[in-house]
């Protein structure tokens, strides 16, 4: 069983950065793709960025894109976040997630694993 662990989150002013991490455990990380969601309160849980089982190909929502990157680190098990120029609206709860078999994907039910998540906040 693969467990993912989220950690990195915190308060932030706007305009500050944040670097999330999510470190795997229980399988052979290299061969998942990984993805990175956030769910806001009220509201349902949304894509972020993914990034293939090689790092070769990542994919980001349009309007995150350029202010957020993704990355991993296979020998260490470590899928990364990097959130730049944060806004209130980025406030929400950040989950990692690995899919086992297939590409990368926007559609949350195409995962296989979910982190607990990590709260980031953005004040104004």
């Known amino acids: 069983q693969v467990q993912l662990v989220e950690s990195g989150g915190g308060l932030v002013q706007a305009g500050g950065s944040l670097r999330l991490s999510c470190a795997a455990s229980?399988?052979?990380?290299?061969?998942?793709?990984m993805g990175w969601f956030r769910q806001a309160p009220g509201k349902e849980r949304e894509f972020v960025a993914a990034?293939?089982?090689?790092?070769?190909?990542?994919v980001y929502a349009p309007s995150l894109k350029g202010r957020f990157t993704i990355s991993r680190d296979n020998p260490k098990n470590t899928v990364y976040l990097q959130m730049n120029s944060l806004k209130p609206e980025d406030t929400a709860v950040y989950y990692c997630?690995?899919?086992?078999?297939?590409?990368?994907?926007?559609?949350?039910?195409?995962?296989?694993?979910w982190g607990q998540g990590t709260q980031v906040t953005v004040s104004s």
């Open positions: 997630a690995a899919r086992r078999v297939g590409g990368t994907t926007q559609i949350k039910e195409m995962y296989d694993y």
């Open positions: 229980g399988g052979t990380f290299s061969s998942y793709v």
């Open positions: 990034m293939r089982e090689t790092g070769g190909t990542t």
